[in-house]
């Protein structure tokens, strides 16, 4: 049993609550009260300690991150080597599954330009982490890669995307995402990708579809979109200004 054991209002409150969210069972005491003899794993607070066996593990959690003291103390519980990974299944809006000792413990869905800040986020402070992404949607991807401060390997997705049931729609990129974690790729640092015909004709007609005066932006400027130069507000300004 977990046991939280800490004078730090804010800590108590965080990690409760992340605990309550896991449906992990846990209980709490005093910071200077004994442990109870069921205990397995203590968190404390920063600059706090218990008086604990030596094979009862001790988590530091920090009030602005309460949810990793979790994730940490549950890899542990699970005699995982407790490592972050990090699937992505890119597209315009990103599966992201973050996995902690091979246990999915966070999964999002945000516009592209917002996936490296999440990733950022959920890697802060963990011991050798890896990104993962899917080789998918080739343009999105290489700029999601370009934008990620952290080791990446690109996983050939094939596959990856499971079969939806009925009640299941719209969980398949973050599904995806968690498959594409579990798979080891070729690390790279960034990814050259020569946009095709089709790809810059269907940034095109998003062009037109997103227009005032239904006006396609030219080649040039989708050429732009297609290497993330430009968002297509950006490109459509300036084909606004040329006219």
Known sequence: MIVVATADFEVYHGVVQALRDRNVEFTTIEADDPLPDRTSLAIVGPEESVDAPAD???????????????????????????????????????????????????????????????VAR???????????????????GARIIDDIDAPIELVDETGTTPYLGAGARGMGDVLAAANIARMEGEPVDSRDVEPTAGEIQRIKDRSREESETNRAIDEALAR????????????????????
Do not use: C, K, N
């Not at 992201?96 to 869905?109: C, Y």
């Open 56 to 118: 009862v593990p001790i988590v530091t959690a920090d009030p602005e991150t309460p949810r990793r003291a979790v994730e940490d103390a549950l890899a542990r519980l699970r005699s995982g080597d407790g490592r972050t990974i990090v699937g992505i299944d890119p597209g315009e809006r990103p599966g992201i599954a973050v996995l902690t000792g091979g246990v999915v413990v966070a999964a999002f869905q945000v516009p592209a330009q917002e996936a490296a800040e999440v």
């Open 122 to 140: 959920e890697v802060e402070d963990a011991i050798d982490p890896v990104v993962r992404i899917g080789d998918g949607a080739r343009l999105v």
């Open 224 to 243: 732009r979109v297609a290497v993330g130069e430009l968002s297509i507000e950006e490109a459509l300004a300036e084909h606004r200004g040329e006219e």
